[in-house]
């Protein structure tokens, strides 16, 4: 996992995320990687998390 501030072209919303607008986080898929931030405080950058580590954590959650 890294802490990232250049931002990926293509965010959505997570499905896992609140329909009120709050609590919600924001996933882009990078080349070998997927990109977490936190939609109320987009400007301290995004968490990188490998593939491997995104599918488990989906995984665990599911």
């Known amino acids: ?13 997570s499905s896992y995320s609140s329909s009120h607008g ?3 986080v924001e996933v882009a898929d990078l080349p070998s990687a997927a990109a ?3 939609t109320q405080n987009r400007d301290a950058g995004y968490l990188t ?5 995104w599918t488990a954590l ?3 959650i599911r």
């Open 1 to 13: 996992m890294s802490v990232s501030h250049t931002s990926p072209q293509a965010w959505r919303k």
């Open 22 to 24: 709050q609590n919600c």
């Open 49 to 53: 998390f490998a593939v491997s580590e």
């Open 36 to 38: 977490v931030r936190d």
């Open 58 to 60: 989906l995984g665990t």
